[in-house]
Nanobody, 122 residues
Framework: EVQLVESGGGTAEPGGSLRLSCAAS????????MTWVRQAPGKELEWVSG????????LYADSVKGRFTISRDNTKSTLYLQLNTLKPEDTAKYYC???????????????RGQGTQVTVSS
């Protein structure tokens, strides 16, 4: 059974940082292109970032480029998203998602975890 379990969300002030994690199981994580997507209240899902199976290729939405960093540890089957210089508009529930065509910015892959809430507020 495929499982994606996100953690690490919380409340941060504008300009602050958070690190999200996603523990994956039930599929060959080390071979999988992985993505993060988010959904703000009342809005549609938004693709945030994607990473190749080796971690050598990373893509970001323009809205987060230069502030967020995606990474992975294939030995732990875990995906990460480092959120820096947070803005109020980053407030959303964040999900790791799979499967995705390599390089795709699909905001709604078939599988997502339960999500982790990020709230940016002073």
């Amino acid at each position: 059974e495929v499982q994606l379990v996100e953690s690490g969300g919380g409340t941060a002030e504008p300009g602050g940082s958070l690190r999200l994690s996603c523990a994956a199981s039930g599929f060959t994580f080390a071979s999988a292109y992985m993505t993060w997507v988010r959904q703000a209240p009342g809005k549609e899902l938004e693709w945030v970032s994607g990473i190749s199976s080796s971690g050598s290729s990373k893509l970001y939405a323009d809205s987060v480029k230069g502030r967020f960093t995606i990474s992975r540890d294939n030995t732990k089957s875990t995906l990460y998203l480092q959120l820096n210089t947070l803005k109020p508009e980053d407030t959303a529930k964040y999900y790791c998602a799979w499967p995705v065509v390599v390089g795709s910015n699909n905001p709604n892959p078939p599988r997502r975890g339960q999500g982790t809430q990020v709230t940016v507020s002073s």
